[in-house]
């Protein structure tokens, strides 16, 4: 004789009985000894939620053996439930934004930061000329450019590149924030789309932290620290955790120091571009070495 298996579902959950066979000559009577079942959880949220109440208040839900006369009672409702995980945490989910999505983003916003920055500029050199108490941030920090600024260009960009290259091997919050970032905003862009998301971003944001909002703080190191924290923390979102704030606090400070030794608006705005530059290159070889392996 072989054997029977029963199988029902119900709103909240999928029963599956395994299996009775029978006993001796007597097809009638079955050997419940291998009998187990088990409750699969469908999508029903609250039955999820019920189960796990009940699981929390210390009710026995597993397998176990039961008796002949159990499986014949209607109410046979011993279970055992797989632990899926519902809460937030639990799933870590990054969806690549279209391409021109990011770069109207980029545009947009690079642009908006720009133009607050040369309107606090412009109005910091009016009211400095009418004789007010206010610095005038075009000449605390102008477009000036000098030979020997190449030199510290590059020295800020291998700084900060290697820096950031000995983070991502050692600091592995700092890692997942910017694998999160990048891959959703870099992801679907084209090769010479990263000289767009690098260079209007690094000149525009150089704009308004270090040549508009530093001057009014102070050139000094109250003023770089401070903008350089700010500039940080507005690098919260979009997948970046606490970690990358730090981490974009100290290039913040970094950059404020550069403008202030170099007396120059150009040397930030080219370390900032260049450096995301790289950033990016980087972050794009590493994902294509990931996939061929």
């Known amino acids: 004789m072989g054997s029977i298996a029963l199988q029902s579902w119900s709103r909240g959950a999928s029963t599956s009985l395994h299996l009775l066979r029978p006993v001796g000559s007597n097809p009638k009577l079955y050997d419940a000894r291998r009998v187990q079942f088990d409750v699969r959880a469908s999508s029903s949220r609250k039955s999820l939620k019920k189960l796990k109440r009940e699981s929390q208040q210390g009710k026995d839900i597993g397998l176990r053996n039961v008796t002949e006369k159990e499986v014949s009672s209607p109410r046979f409702e011993e279970a ?15 969806v690549a934004a279209p391409r021109d999505k990011v770069l109207q983003a980029c545009t947009v916003t690079s642009g908006l930061m720009a133009a607050l920055g040369l309107i606090i500029r412009k109005a910091s050199h009016v009211a400095s000329t009418e004789g007010l108490l206010v610095p005038d941030c075009s000449i605390d920090v102008p477009f000036g450019f000098e030979t020997w600024h190449l030199g510290l260009i590059a020295g800020v960009v291998v700084f900060i590149s290697s820096s950031r290259f000995l983070l991502l091997k050692s600091w592995p919050d700092f890692a ?6 990048n891959r959703q905003i870099l992801t679907s862009l084209e090769p010479l789309d990263y000289l767009v998301v690098a260079m209007l971003p690094g000149i525009s944001e150089e704009l308004l932290f270090r ?6 703080f102070g050139t000094n190191w109250n003023g770089i620290v401070a903008v350089g924290l700010i500039f940080g923390l507005l690098h919260l979102g979009s997948g970046r955790k606490y970690s990358f704030a730090v981490w974009a606090s100290i290039v913040g400070i970094v950059y404020g120091y ?13 370390s900032h571009a260049l450096n995301n530059l790289v950033g990016g290159l980087l972050w794009r070889y590493s994902s294509k070495i990931k996939s061929l392996e």
Do not use: C, F, N, Y
């Open 258 to 270: 550069a403008a202030v030794l170099s007396s120059s608006l150009i040397v930030p705005m080219a």
């Open 80 to 94: 055992q439930v797989d632990d899926i995980p519902t809460s937030k945490d639990s799933i870590d989910v990054v």
């Open 211 to 216: 040549g508009a909002l530093m001057p009014l």
């Open 176 to 181: 997942d924030s910017s694998e999160a970032a």
